[in-house]
T-cell receptor
Framework: DAKTTQPTSMDCAEGRAANLPCNHS???????VYWYRQIHSQGPQYIIH???NNETNEMASLIITEDRKSSTLILPHATLRDTAVYYC??????????FGAGTTVTVRA | EPEVTQTPSHQVTQMGQEVILRCVPI?????FYWYRQILGQKVEFLVS????????KSEIFDDQFSVERPDGSNFTLKIRSTKLEDSAMYFC???????????FGSGTQLSVL
């Protein structure tokens, strides 16, 4: 599975959009981009995933560049409850999600 | 929303003892997984299970580990002879199919003394 690179941490103001970048320059054609988050020590929580097209659901939007070498997760209106570690994962199936260190997002009031 | 249930939430055991961690996946899901997270470290894949057999396993999942779906609802992880380094949070997960989202349980904190 392709590796991903994410910033170690970022801050966001409550009510503002949070844009989380992820680089995956070695992604191959059949690999999906998945985003999960982990709040404190809870189990990881699925946010969104996509292959080529941009995706949106009730939690977030996923923007994938045309060359698929990077993507951005957008939390449209961050709340304090969105404080978590966010993981960008690339893989061709979900038999084996490889979690990295992720981005620690702190939403401040 | 449906959820994956794990029991117990905490398990303390002596080194060398056997432990069984239990999980009830979401009822219509077909794929089952175990992950673990040692304190302060990354979430690590252990094993995936589909159609009553292991689909894939990591290097961590050695002969001391086994998984079973003893009935139509439970999915268990057994560690035959626990070691100190097995102390971790163990997460069960399930999904409807490949490339579908994983639903994780809230975990079992295993402490080996």
């Amino acid at each position: 599975d392709a590796k991903t690179t994410q910033p170690t941490s970022m801050d966001c103001a409550e009510g503002r959009a949070a844009n989380l970048p992820c680089n995956h320059s070695t992604i191959s054609g059949n690999e999906y981009v998945y985003w999960y988050r982990q709040i404190h020590s809870q189990g990881p929580q699925y946010i969104i995933h996509g292959l080529k097209n941009n995706e949106t659901n009730e939690m977030a939007s996923l923007i994938i560049t045309e060359d698929r070498k990077s993507s951005t997760l957008i939390l449209p209106h961050a709340t304090l409850r969105d404080t978590a570690v966010y993981y960008c994962i690339v893989g061709s199936n979900d038999y084996k999600l490889s979690f990295g260190a992720g981005t620690t997002v702190t939403v401040r009031a | 929303e449906p959820e994956v249930t794990q029991t117990p939430s905490h398990q303390v055991t002596q080194m060398g003892q056997e432990v069984i961690l239990r999980c009830v996946p979401i009822s219509n899901h077909l794929y089952f997984y175990w992950y673990r997270q040692i304190l302060g470290q990354k979430v690590e894949f252990l094993v995936s299970f589909y159609n009553n057999e292991i689909s894939e396993k990591s290097e961590i999942f050695d002969d001391q580990f086994s998984v079973e779906r003893p009935d139509g609802s439970n999915f268990t992880l057994k560690i035959r002879s626990t070691k100190l380094e097995d102390s971790a949070m163990y997460f069960c997960a399930s999904s409807e199919g490949p490339n579908e989202k994983l639903f994780f349980g809230s975990g079992t904190q295993l402490s080996v003394l």
